[in-house]
């Protein structure tokens, strides 16, 4: 039976000399857990655990896991750390945006009060309203 992921030399973003890795995914060189070096590449979550985001940048490689318990296979995009950006700060422009989101999510579209909670996206409605709209229909 042929290997799934076999090894491959490759060009790779991180390095000039090419590196073994396993095959290509989705365009990308694939990597098995534990080959990706980690002063290099990172993916976003440990990116942002350092302070940093993608900068807009695109992933150089795909990371894969597998998870024998259920068989199935994980994959993870890989960042350059060297050319990832500092995270841009909380102003308090972007905290009043927030608040404003937010605040979009709790108002119901039937009554319009803000019922301290976030309303179901599948209706917009409050409990109440929904209750109501619910009794009418059956009547
Ligand atoms: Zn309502």
Redesign the pocket.
């Known amino acids: 039976m042929a290997r799934r992921f076999p090894w491959v030399l490759a060009a790779v973003a991180w390095s000039d000399a090419p590196q073994f890795t396993r095959g290509m995914h989705d365009g990308l060189p694939l990597l098995s857990y534990g080959c990706a070096p980690r002063d290099k590449l990172a993916t976003f979550r440990q990116l942002r655990a350092m302070g940093l985001r993608p900068n807009g940048n695109d992933p150089v490689a795909v990371m894969y896991v597998r998870h024998n318990g259920s068989g199935k296979t994980s994959f993870a995009s890989l960042y350059l750390i060297e050319t990832a950006a500092p995270v841009r700060p909380m102003t308090p422009a972007k905290w009043t945006a927030l608040a404003k989101a937010n605040l979009a999510r709790r108002i119901?579209a039937?009554?319009g009060?803000d019922?301290l909670y976030v309303v179901p996206t599948s209706t917009r409605?409050?409990w109440?309203?929904f209750e109501a709209a619910e009794t009418t229909e059956a009547a």
């Open positions: 119901c039937e009554c009060h019922r409605q409050c109440t309203c």
